[in-house]
């Protein structure tokens, strides 16, 4: 079984302390909060179930870690290019790939993100996709909501979810 090195860094932030893992390369692998910490491992652990993950401490701080520090600062744009390695199916994928199409301080049903997709008819799909994300903020499923409205799930929290949305419709 092949190894992946990928390295850790602990940050504060206005919504509580994250845990950022990231490879050589720079790209996102999980991006999570510290208290959410069995879930990340849980999702790394279904989408590296072929791989020997190595966690080892960054050397030094991240361009990824400087780039949320400036989305928390109200830099919004800051995450726009930072690259991501998502490993889901091909259909979490997709809808991951069309989370971070939606822009900064808009939402979306998951109605519309399922339609945005092509596949209309996979609401419930969709949210499974969204609630399987693994990269917090930089994939931004907190933007996903109800079909009327309302603040649904969120990994982190219904108000880690409501800061984020606020914080983004401020900025």
Same mark, same amino acid.
């Given at each position: 079984m092949a190894t992946q090195t990928l390295q850790t860094e602990r940050f504060e932030t206005p919504t509580g302390r994250m845990?950022?893992?990231?490879?050589?390369h720079g790209w996102v692998h999980a991006l999570d909060w510290e208290d959410q910490r069995e879930r990340t491992q849980r999702l790394l652990g279904r989408y590296y179930? @072929?791989?020997?993950?190595?966690? &080892?401490?960054?050397?030094g701080e991240s361009a990824a870690k400087r780039a949320l520090l400036a989305?928390?600062?109200?830099?919004?744009e800051a995450i726009a290019t930072l690259r991501v390695a998502t490993s889901g199916t091909d259909f979490q994928?997709?809808?991951?790939?069309?989370? &971070? !199409? +939606?822009p900064s301080g808009q939402t979306v049903?998951?109605?519309a993100?399922?339609?945005e997709i092509g596949r209309p008819a996979a609401v419930r799909a969709v949210g499974l996709a969204n609630g399987s994300?693994? +990269?917090? +903020?930089?994939?931004?499923? @907190? !933007?996903?909501?109800?079909?009327?409205?309302?603040?649904?799930?969120y990994g982190g929290g219904l108000e880690r979810? !409501?800061?984020?949305?606020? @914080?983004?419709a401020s900025a």
């Open positions: 845990l950022l893992i990231t490879d050589e179930r @072929h791989v020997t993950l190595a966690m &080892r401490e960054a050397n989305y928390f600062k109200g830099r919004l994928n997709q809808v991951w790939t069309a989370l &971070r !199409r +939606i049903s998951y109605g993100l399922a339609k994300n693994p +990269i917090a +903020i930089v994939v931004p499923c @907190h !933007r996903v909501i109800g079909a009327n409205a309302s603040l649904t799930g979810k !409501r800061w984020l949305l606020a @914080h983004e």
